[in-house]
């Protein structure tokens, strides 16, 4: 692609540009450095967390947070999204209940939780458990009865086991439809850790955030921001890499600019 | 293996209703001697595919039975391989996995089961080409590796659904002329279905006729008697093909028609 270069340098334009304008709108006035802060004082406060070495526990809990819930709402998601497909009776009798259950906005959950589990990891672990778990969920589901009936027809004459079956052909088939909703989940678990730790925690970027509004540091709150948005970019990423090299057997679309 | 003399399998009396108001099997019976090649011709939606289907017991009739070698079939055809009219290969399995996967779902090691699907790409012409995944190869490479899934199972039946349907012409002709081959080596009875009068012939010793659906039923038997091995390229030629296409197509002609008037 001849655009590729000329893409990346207009992107890094826009980048420079907009915290240009921040930084230059507040040094002329016309931003309130109290309500906006500066791109500037932000650099310099995630510079400081680095070097001091402050933002390490803080990072580390929102992330093992975060990596339980997505784990434990995987796991959940998968076997339950198969489970529900292969039985289809099950799946009527239990329909209306799974709705209901989606339908609820998880934030509310959170104080609940918060009761249940305590200011510990584990209230924020199952608030980001009960979001996650429903986009695999249906993500699998979908994905095991959309599988190809010749291919399971196949595999049956070949002589394949109800385990052989789901093996070989139902858990691969449905890997694709799982995979694009780990990009989703992976995002979402963080936001519901963050949203658990925001509203009470002793630890945590959110738990940061959170401390940093009650004394008006807005500084603070970018600066945790930051730190979140290049952490899910950072884990995206990863699981980009995994994808592409479990779906290695499709054949591959042409690259979009997004990827 | 079995008598030359008993059927490989017999359908008898085969009735089909799907959802309980469409019916597109009744009465249908078949037999296919051990050893021989059947082809079912019949017009499009006559039902083809749903014998086919219950002869490999992944459909159970509404009436009458299935015998394979004698037995009454319950459940799946373990004595059968089935090539489909799709795509059956698992795409994310390569090619090699993909012709290994009948030995290792009857509990063969891997590495066992690899070595030989090698020896069976060999025999289809795709060597070299063990470690593609079927999206790499064209639809007639993904054909001769369908053929070596289902014959490294060293079935005693091969079910074949219009396998060819979607190939043009000339692969078409060379992927017949190696159905033949595997056939002729190997002696399995196979149940070849295809709307393609001229397939037919051309392949089998029994080309049965089915009728045009809803109710279809096989409405005639014909003995090809032409000698083997057949050369597919110049068979058309043969006058006594040519007699035999004349005489097969005037049953198949009115089901044809039916099934025009029919839609």
Request: proline share 4%; glycine share 12%; charged share 15%.
């Given at each position: 692609m001849p655009g590729g270069n000329w893409i990346r340098v207009w992107q890094l334009a826009v980048g420079v540009a907009?915290?240009?304008?921040?930084?230059?709108?507040?040094?002329?006035?016309?931003?309130?450095?109290?309500?906006?802060?500066?791109?500037?004082?932000?650099?310099?406060?995630?510079?400081?967390?680095?070097?001091?070495?402050?933002?390490?526990?803080?990072?580390?809990?929102?992330?093992?947070?975060?990596?339980?819930?997505?784990?434990?709402?995987?796991?959940?998601?998968?076997?339950?999204?198969?489970?529900?497909?292969?039985?289809?009776?099950?799946?009527?009798?239990?329909?209306?209940?799974?709705?209901?259950?989606?339908?609820?906005?998880?934030?509310?959950l959170a104080p609940i939780f918060l009761l249940w589990f305590g200011l510990g990891i584990w209230s924020k672990v199952a608030l980001g458990v009960t979001v996650v778990f429903f986009i695999v969920f249906f993500n699998t589901w979908q994905g095991v009865r959309e599988v190809d009936p010749v291919l399971v027809n196949n595999a049956r004459m070949l002589g394949a086991s109800?385990?052989?079956?789901?093996?070989?052909?139902?858990?691969?088939?449905?890997?694709?439809?799982?995979?694009?909703?780990?990009?989703?989940?992976?995002?979402?678990?963080?936001?519901?850790?963050?949203?658990?730790?925001?509203?009470?925690?002793?630890?945590?970027?959110?738990?940061?955030?959170?401390?940093?509004?009650?004394?008006?540091?807005?500084?603070?709150?970018?600066?945790?921001?930051?730190?979140?948005?290049?952490?899910?970019?950072?884990?995206?990423?990863?699981?980009?890499?995994?994808?592409?090299?479990?779906?290695?057997?499709?054949?591959?679309?042409?690259?979009s600019t997004y990827q | 293996m079995a008598s030359p003399s008993q059927p490989a399998i017999e359908l008898r009396g085969i009735t089909h209703t799907f959802g309980g108001s469409f019916t597109a099997l009744k009465e249908a019976g078949l037999e296919a001697t051990a050893g021989s090649f059947v082809s079912v011709v019949g017009p499009s939606g006559c039902g083809k595919s749903t014998l086919l289907n219950i002869a490999a017991g992944l459909l159970s009739p509404s009436q009458g039975e299935v015998r394979v070698f004698g037995q009454r079939l319950e459940g799946i055809n373990r004595r059968a391989a089935y090539m489909f009219q799709q795509d059956a290969l698992l795409p994310w399995k390569t090619v090699r996995e993909n012709v290994a996967l009948g030995l290792v779902f009857r509990g063969k090691e891997m590495p066992v089961a690899l070595r030989e699907a090698d020896g069976?790409?060999?025999?289809?012409?795709?060597?070299?080409?063990?470690?593609?995944?079927?999206?790499?190869?064209?639809?007639?490479?993904?054909?001769?590796?369908?053929?070596?899934?289902?014959?490294?199972?060293?079935p005693d039946i091969v079910l074949m659904d219009e396998p060819f349907a979607a190939l043009d012409v000339h692969t078409r002709m060379r992927m017949q002329q190696e159905v033949l081959e595997l056939w002729g080596n190997a002696g399995q009875t196979v149940l070849f279905i295809t709307h393609e009068l001229e397939e037919a012939i051309a392949l089998a010793d029994v080309v049965a006729v089915l009728s045009a659906g809803p109710e279809s039923r096989i409405i005639a038997e014909h003995r090809v008697d032409l000698e083997r091995p057949r050369n597919l390229v110049d068979i058309r030629l043969d006058p006594r093909y040519q007699e035999l296409y004349r005489k097969i197509w005037g049953d198949l002609r009115e089901e044809v028609l039916k099934s025009f008037a029919g839609r």
């Open positions: 907009a915290l240009g304008a921040w930084e230059g709108g507040v040094r002329a006035g016309l931003l309130d450095q109290f309500f906006f802060s500066r791109p500037s004082d932000i650099g310099a406060r995630l510079g400081e967390w680095l070097r001091s070495g402050s933002i390490w526990a803080h990072l580390g809990t929102t992330l093992a947070e975060a990596a339980l819930a997505f784990l434990i709402g995987v796991a959940l998601g998968v076997a339950m999204g198969f489970a529900l497909a292969r039985m289809p009776r099950l799946a009527a009798v239990l329909d209306p209940y799974i709705r209901i259950a989606n339908a609820l906005p998880r934030v509310v109800e385990r052989q079956l789901t093996r070989h052909v139902l858990l691969p088939s449905a890997l694709s439809w799982i995979f694009s909703s780990l990009h989703i989940s992976i995002g979402f678990a963080m936001i519901a850790v963050v949203v658990g730790e925001y509203l009470g925690a002793s630890r945590g970027v959110g738990y940061l955030i959170a401390q940093a509004e009650g004394v008006f540091d807005t500084t603070g709150v970018f600066a945790g921001m930051a730190v979140l948005a290049a952490v899910v970019l950072a884990v995206g990423a990863g699981v980009n890499r995994l994808e592409l090299w479990l779906l290695r057997w499709k054949p591959r679309v042409p690259d | 069976w790409l060999t025999r289809v012409g795709l060597d070299g080409f063990g470690n593609s995944f079927p999206y790499q190869l064209s639809g007639g490479m993904r054909k001769r590796a369908a053929m070596a899934q289902c014959w490294i199972t060293a």
